[in-house]
């Protein structure tokens, strides 16, 4: 017990099995062994321990990990968290030395760095799966540079794009994830060994030793805050929320669009689900997981936030509760990560119902109007035009490449009879080459930028 000597009873057996975070705070044992290596050389720059201690206390820590990694832990009834285990461990082999391995050291900066150390390489790796995934949406949006689709507004057909413009969309929103998975890898990258359990100590440690053993970027200002703030955890479930929410939206378009009343794309059998009781299902299941998933990760940013708020510095026990919604958040937006990944590659795509969509439904009148701009006409009045040769058409279900001299003059004055040619979907998409547009020439340029993001995260 790391705390007995001030009690003249030991703690009741339900205390300790109803305090104890050991199942899932020993996620953290790498990164608790890697702290108390530094904390070691902190504690030999300060005269506190014998440098020849080093060695047999690295061997003793580099089995504890490797037992951890294959499994084979032994974890005992009084081992209450990740960090009495190990100290546990380490008196038990090394005696003397490892008595005195907690010098000058708390579990509250103790946790702070295992949690700071586990959230910068979480964030590497989200941001890596996030640029994964913008890559097979570049790798996707090449192919169909030119296949046309509708886009939408309110869920109802707006304007033709193409599916490439429309996979550089979902592309440039993940790309932002990335850059924010870094930020919240910097954020992380901050060292508060030394800081105690909220004031530091007298024994003249100096933290820049455990920082640049660690390979943080910064070194804590104020002890207290050192060991209460959580604002990095709160910045990587941001990031993982928002992620989530982004990776939602496109598992709702691969249901809408792989769905009958859509018939837009189809998903490879092995990336399709089927039916207990109807024989003919196809079902997007991954999809729509990816979209329920989300949900989840809103509730742990949430539930992290509300443990944290009105707790009063330095240290509380609530803060315990830090660790498993910062778990459960990353495992499961890696896993939505990769799940999307392997969707977008595994679509193919009924141009022929594409292309019919995105001439259908009148997506030529924001071109029409804009026509009538380019000869003078008001836009406002130019819009009132196209809204009567849109109505003038729907009454007789005709094109735009139907409309009559007299329909086209009765919408608007101004109005040519070439304005017929608007109707072609594929030439509105090429007029549209202006910056962030659908043209081929412009998502191209799209892909190169997404490409370049993703190569520069490193």
Same mark, same amino acid.
């Given at each position: 017990?790391?705390?007995?000597?001030?009690?003249?009873? #030991?703690?009741?057996?339900?205390?300790?099995?109803? #305090?104890?975070?050991?199942?899932?705070?020993?996620?953290?044992?790498?990164?608790?062994?890697?702290?108390?290596?530094?904390?070691?050389?902190?504690?030999?720059?300060?005269?506190?321990?014998?440098?020849?201690?080093?060695?047999?206390?690295?061997?003793?820590?580099?089995?504890?990990?490797?037992?951890?990694?294959?499994?084979?832990?032994?974890?005992?009834?009084?081992?209450?968290?990740?960090?009495?285990?190990?100290?546990?461990?380490?008196?038990?082999?090394?005696?003397?030395?490892?008595?005195?391995?907690?010098?000058?050291?708390?579990?509250?900066?103790?946790?702070?760095?295992?949690?700071?150390?586990?959230?910068?390489?979480?964030?590497?790796?989200?941001?890596?799966?996030?640029?994964?995934?913008?890559?097979?949406?570049?790798?996707?949006?090449?192919?169909?540079?030119?296949?046309?689709?509708?886009?939408?507004?309110?869920?109802?057909?707006?304007?033709?794009?193409?599916?490439?413009?429309?996979?550089?969309?979902?592309?440039?929103?993940?790309?932002?994830?990335?850059?924010?998975?870094?930020?919240?890898?910097?954020?992380?990258?901050?060292?508060?060994?030394?800081?105690?359990?909220?004031?530091?100590?007298?024994?003249?440690?100096?933290?820049?030793?455990?920082?640049?053993?660690?390979?943080?970027?910064?070194?804590?200002?104020?002890?207290?805050?050192?060991?209460?703030?959580?604002?990095?955890?709160?910045?990587? +479930?941001?990031?993982?929320? /928002?992620?989530?929410?982004?990776?939602?939206?496109?598992?709702?378009?691969?249901? /809408?669009?792989?769905?009958?009343?859509?018939?837009?794309?189809?998903?490879?059998?092995?990336?399709?689900?089927?039916?207990?009781?109807?024989?003919?299902?196809?079902?997007?299941?991954?999809?729509?997981?990816?979209?329920?998933?989300?949900?989840? #990760? +809103?509730?742990?940013?949430?539930?992290?936030?509300?443990?944290?708020?009105?707790?009063?510095?330095?240290?509380?026990?609530?803060?315990?509760?830090?660790?498993?919604?910062?778990?459960?958040?990353?495992?499961?937006?890696?896993?939505?990560?990769?799940?999307?990944?392997? +969707?977008?590659?595994?679509?193919?795509?009924?141009?022929?119902?594409?292309?019919?969509?995105?001439? &259908?439904?009148?997506?030529?009148?924001?071109?029409?109007?804009?026509?009538?701009?380019?000869?003078?006409?008001?836009?406002?009045?130019?819009?009132?035009?196209?809204?009567?040769?849109?109505?003038? +058409?729907?009454?007789?279900?005709?094109?735009?490449?139907?409309?009559?001299?007299?329909?086209?003059?009765?919408?608007?004055?101004?109005?040519?009879?070439?304005?017929?040619?608007?109707?072609?979907?594929?030439?509105?998409?090429?007029?549209?080459?202006?910056? &962030? &547009?659908?043209?081929?020439?412009?998502?191209?340029?799209?892909?190169?930028?997404?490409?370049?993001?993703?190569?520069?995260?490193?």
């Amino acid at each position: 017990m790391l705390w007995g000597g001030r009690f003249d009873h #030991s703690p009741h057996s339900d205390l300790l099995r109803l #305090s104890a975070s050991i199942e899932f705070d020993q996620r953290l044992l790498p990164q608790d062994v890697a702290a108390t290596k530094a904390h070691a050389r902190t504690l030999v720059a300060a005269g506190l321990l014998a440098s020849d201690a080093l060695r047999e206390l690295d061997d003793c820590l580099d089995e504890l990990a490797s037992e951890h990694a294959a499994g084979t832990l032994e974890i005992r009834a009084e081992d209450e968290d990740v960090h009495s285990l190990v100290e546990r461990r380490l008196t038990e082999q090394l005696g003397e030395t490892g008595r005195r391995i907690h010098a000058g050291r708390s579990r509250n900066d103790l946790v702070a760095t295992d949690l700071r150390l586990w959230c910068k390489s979480a964030a590497l790796e989200l941001a890596a799966a996030a640029g994964a995934a913008v890559s097979a949406l570049c790798d996707r949006a090449e192919e169909h540079l030119d296949t046309l689709m509708p886009g939408y507004t309110h869920l109802q057909r707006a304007q033709p794009v193409t599916v490439g413009f429309h996979f550089c969309a979902h592309g440039f929103a993940l790309a932002r994830d990335a850059g924010r998975f870094m930020a919240a890898r910097d954020a992380a990258s901050t060292s508060v060994l030394g800081a105690g359990a909220l004031a530091g100590a007298t024994l003249a440690l100096d933290p820049d030793v455990a920082a640049r053993e660690l390979g943080f970027d910064a070194v804590f200002d104020n002890a207290m805050d050192a060991v209460s703030d959580r604002d990095f955890a709160c910045e990587l +479930l941001f990031a993982c929320a /928002l992620c989530c929410v982004h990776l939602s939206r496109l598992g709702e378009e691969i249901v /809408l669009w792989t769905s009958s009343e859509f018939s837009f794309a189809r998903l490879a059998d092995a990336w399709s689900t089927g039916s207990s009781m109807m024989p003919q299902k196809r079902n997007p299941d991954l999809a729509e997981l990816v979209r329920g998933r989300a949900g989840r #990760s +809103l509730g742990d940013l949430m539930g992290l936030m509300g443990v944290l708020k009105g707790l009063p510095l330095a240290y509380d026990r609530d803060l315990q509760e830090d660790k498993e919604p910062v778990f459960s958040s990353v495992d499961r937006t890696m896993s939505c990560l990769e799940a999307v990944s392997h +969707l977008v590659r595994a679509l193919s795509f009924d141009e022929d119902v594409l292309a019919q969509a995105a001439g &259908g439904s009148a997506t030529w009148a924001t071109d029409v109007a804009e026509a009538l701009v380019r000869r003078g006409v008001p836009f406002r009045e130019a819009h009132e035009g196209a809204g009567r040769l849109v109505a003038a +058409l729907e009454r007789r279900g005709a094109s735009l490449a139907e409309a009559t001299p007299e329909e086209l003059q009765a919408a608007h004055s101004r109005l040519e009879e070439g304005d017929r040619a608007l109707g072609d979907p594929g030439a509105r998409v090429a007029a549209r080459s202006g910056r &962030g &547009g659908p043209a081929p020439s412009e998502v191209a340029r799209q892909i190169a930028a997404l490409r370049a993001a993703v190569g520069a995260l490193g």
